[in-house]
Structures are given as C-alpha cells and as structure tokens.
C-alpha cells in the first residue's frame, strides 16, 4: 500500500484534491503483513494451562502520510479535510493494487507538518472495518456453459416445448399456461405414503 503514489477515497482520486502519498521516514517500508489477533483462553484455578477459547481478529490499522502539492490558502486545506472526515466508512483503493479495496475511516490525531512557506505533509492514522480486504463486485454477462449444464428455455413458439420437461406447466388453446398447484398438508398427505417422498 504505501509503495503507491496516489488513492482513491470516497471515489474521489488523490490527483484531483492535489496530495500524493509521502514517506517521512528513510528507508525500508514497514506494513501489516497480517491482521493483529489475540487468543482468547480460559485459566481455571489449579492448573497451569489455559483452556483455549477463540481467536479475535482486530481491523486494520496503518499510518498514512502525504504530501500537499497545491497548497496555497486554506480553501484547499479545508476541501481535503472534508474529503477525509467522513462520518462512515468508504471505499479507499491504494493506485498500486486498484483490486484490492478497504473501507476505511480516519481515526484518532492527525498532524500536519510544514514550514511556514505551505509546504508540508499531513499524517493521519486510517482504520479498516475488518481484518480482510474486498474485491470488487463482477458482473458476468453471457455466460457460456459446458455442455453437462445445457438447460431448456421457454420461447413463445409451441415447437420449443417439447424440447424438454416442464412441472406444473401444460399446451392449450391460449399458448403455455401453468397448471393450478394445491400444496397443502391434505393434498401431499393424500399422494405421499412415506416421509422420504418429500
């Protein structure tokens, strides 16, 4: 994540609120490689090991800095705090993995750092609804089937029917019609002798 040069929070692009991400320190990056757990056991007196219980998965949580590219009054300052200060969780895509997608809030302090001429970064502390990235939703169309999966389809012509078997369904006079169902306990319980018959 933090190898990225710009996000997308709130689908809006970093580009367009003029910010880039920025690392302040030197050196090698650092990020969550898993989700921070905690084991949760069960002492009873007497005996020295505990009886365990389950395992808690806590959200994610990282830091994230970036610098301000235009920052020539507040106005600016002021659009990208709205932008950041959501009341909810929204959707925040790092440009380096654009599948993978976190719903994110900003918690906690955040700092912005400058010299007095506006030109600085701004440090915020980001945290996720759950342990786990998503993916986006995919939409297929037009799927192709194998051959085993070929289903029957009704067309409004009468040949079509007799392609395949259809429940509940008859040929009359008015084209395809659906035959009246009784579902009640009387109606089954006068057909069905045996419970494995459902």
Not at 46 to 59: D, G, L, M
Not at 90 to 105: G, S, T
Not at 187 to 195: C, E, F, L, R, S
């Amino acid at each position: 994540m933090l190898e990225s040069i710009h996000f997308m929070y709130d689908n809006i692009s970093s580009k367009d609120m003029g910010i880039q991400i920025a690392s302040t320190r030197g050196g090698l990056f650092e990020e969550n490689f898993l989700p921070r757990r905690r084991i949760i056991e069960k002492k009873i007196a007497n005996n020295e090991k505990p009886y365990f219980q389950k395992v808690e998965h806590e959200p994610l949580s990282f830091n994230l800095s970036f610098y301000l590219e235009d920052w020539l009054d507040d106005h600016n300052l002021r659009k990208i705090a709205r932008w950041l200060f959501q009341p909810y969780y929204k959707p925040l895509i790092f440009d380096n993995n654009p599948n993978r997608v976190l719903y994110a809030l900003v918690e906690g302090n955040s700092a912005l750092l400058h010299n007095g001429l506006k030109q600085g970064y701004v440090e915020l502390t980001i945290r996720c609804d759950s342990p786990y990235t998503y993916s986006h939703e995919l939409i297929f169309n037009n799927m192709a089937f194998r051959n085993a999966n070929t289903g029957y389809q009704i067309i409004d012509d009468m040949k079509s029917f007799e392609q395949g078997s259809f429940f509940n369904s008859k040929v009359t006079s008015n084209g395809l019609t659906i035959d009246k169902v009784d579902n009640s306990w009387g109606a089954q319980y006068a057909n069905i002798k045996k419970w494995s018959e459902f």
